[in-house]
């Protein structure tokens, strides 16, 4: 396990994976997007779910996500060829 001093307004060690590391600014929107994740997983490793329920649910979140996007997309084109 290596890790880093970054250079944040308050620095802050990060564990370096890979040689990429995530230096988000503290409080930032990418720094807050990283940290609901990591505690989602958290929380699925926490709790012993099976890597396949895990692989599962996130499949299932892309696709109910992939459903809403068709469907917007759907409506868009009807409106569009109503319009011409």
């Known amino acids: 396990m290596n890790w880093v001093l970054t250079p944040t307004t308050h ?3 990060i564990r370096a994976y890979k ?5 988000y600014r503290p409080y930032s929107p990418e720094w ?3 940290r609901y994740l990591k505690e989602a997983l958290d929380k699925y490793f926490d709790d012993y779910v099976d ?3 895990i692989r599962a ?3 299932d979140i892309l696709s109910e ?4 996007a068709y469907e917007e ?6 409106l569009e060829k ?3």
Not at 19 to 23: E, S, V
Not at 65 to 68: H, I
Not at 73 to 78: H, L
């Open 51 to 53: 890597t396949d329920v």
């Open 65 to 68: 996500r992939s459903d809403k």
């Open 82 to 84: 109503s319009l011409q």
């Open 11 to 13: 620095s802050a060690i």
């Open 19 to 23: 040689d990429l590391i995530m230096d």
């Open 57 to 59: 649910d996130i499949l």
């Open 73 to 78: 997309f759907m409506r868009i084109n009807q």
């Open 32 to 34: 807050h997007r990283r």
